[in-house]
């Protein structure tokens, strides 16, 4: 574990110095957090303004902020600034697709003369950080910053290259030769956005190693973290044989998880334990899955604003992830929450878990067998869930989190400049 995992108080020293202006940019709007990315923008943001930052949320989004929206964004930031994103088949984004030299994923989200414009205005005010979530989203922002020469924190959630199956699962197979080229015009960009930042930021010491080879320089870590009090009075039912999976749907390493777990990993279990049952609930669930499973063992619950009640009925939560990248706060919350934990080495990347804390699995037979072994043993799923709550707690609550970041903007603004 490193040091600024283990740290997990804010010293008083920290909390005198003066706040600062945050110029916060993102590709969607954090609330609802119906996603692992909403939910730790919205958790950052709230922790960084309580620290005293004054916030400007610049947000391109497919949705419009409504009422509720704004209400609860502008609780944790000090203006919020929503313009719409063109729509996904748009034909300058079909163009830019075909014969832009931006990658996909960037194209999709950049190219907007209404965003160029709104931050050209936003730069000529003064800002002691200028944040940027995603390096697909930056494509608006990049040359005006050259062009001024202002210093930008961008923070990587994933490396976006590497997730192929992400961008393109839904492509026939007649395209490869296009996806190869659009892989290799990701890998260009990111050596290029990765390069340009004054600090990038990665989710775990893993990618934060890989980063650093493209970007020539150190690349700092904030993890992903969750809100371990929320959690702390969930007690889950371990001998109702109820496994429970949670994730957002438009994320296709999800899609891959339920079918694979469905397909695959159920089929072992219910030989063995044939009144087992499997829980999905996410944002986003296609209509189809329960026709194309009409299992009754499944059962399909969708977007579930509290995920605590689903908790406290299952017995454990399987995370059977082959995909992706980061760490999970799917997987963090349902550790803080005590549930028992059977997951490949991916659904736990960027946690260091024991096989204490957990139990791991990389085929189909490896997870069946961990989760009948727990759902046979109580006592040992009890306590595996313990220490799983135990060790979020300590090392993965979101002041640790906020406490890293803020270490970040008193570099770019400090440190640095020394």
């Not at 997987?331 to 139990?359: C, I, W, Y």
């Amino acid at each position: 574990m490193s040091d600024a995992v283990a740290a997990t108080s804010e010293s008083p020293a920290a909390n005198l110095q003066p706040g600062l202006q945050i110029l916060w940019i993102l590709p969607y709007l954090p609330w609802p957090t119906t996603s692992g990315g909403k939910l730790r923008q919205y958790h950052l943001l709230k922790r960084m303004t309580d620290k005293g930052h004054r916030i400007t949320l610049l947000v391109q989004s497919k949705t419009a902020a409504d009422p509720e929206t704004r209400r609860v964004l502008e609780s944790v930031a000090t203006r919020l600034i929503v313009l719409e994103r063109r729509p996904l088949r748009h034909w300058r984004t079909l163009l830019a697709a075909a014969f832009a030299p931006y990658p996909l994923l960037v194209s999709v989200n950049g190219l907007s003369p209404l965003l160029e414009q709104q931050f050209a205005e936003l730069l000529q005010q003064h800002w002691d950080v200028i944040q940027i979530e995603h390096s697909y989203t930056l494509q608006p922002y990049l040359n005006s910053l050259l062009r001024a020469g202002k210093p930008f924190l961008l923070c990587e959630h994933n490396i976006e290259s590497g997730l192929g199956a992400a961008t393109y699962q839904n492509m026939p197979g007649w395209l490869a030769p296009y996806i190869l080229y659009d892989q290799w015009r990701y890998r260009r960009w990111e050596r290029q956005v990765y390069r340009a930042a004054e600090r990038l930021v990665a989710v775990t010491p893993d990618d934060a190693q890989r980063m650093a080879q493209v970007r020539g320089r150190p690349v700092d870590v904030v993890i992903n973290g969750v809100d371990a009090p929320a959690f702390a009075e969930v007690r889950p039912d371990v001998a109702s044989r109820r496994i429970l999976f949670v994730g957002n749907f438009e994320y296709p390493p999800n899609v891959d998880a339920v079918t694979w777990c469905v397909d695959a990993i159920m089929p072992i279990v219910w030989r063995e334990m044939p009144e087992a049952r499997l829980v999905i609930c996410g944002f986003a669930m296609p209509e189809r899955w329960s026709k194309r499973w009409p299992d009754s063992r499944i059962e399909w619950r969708g977007y579930v604003p509290d995920l605590r009640t689903e908790q406290q009925r299952a017995a454990m939560f399987v995370a059977p992830l082959r995909e992706g990248g980061g760490s999970k706060l799917k997987v963090l919350e349902a550790l803080a929450a005590g549930l028992p934990l059977v997951s490949t080495s991916q659904g736990v990347s960027g946690l260091a878990l024991t096989d204490q804390e957990f139990v791991c699995g990389e085929t189909a037979d490896e997870l069946a067998r961990g989760l009948v072994r727990l759902l046979a043993d109580g006592s040992l799923a009890r306590r595996m869930g313990e220490a799983g709550r135990s060790h979020v707690q300590a090392s993965h609550d979101w002041s640790v989190a906020a406490t890293q970041l803020d270490a970040v903007y008193r570099k770019m603004n400090h440190a640095d400049r020394t």
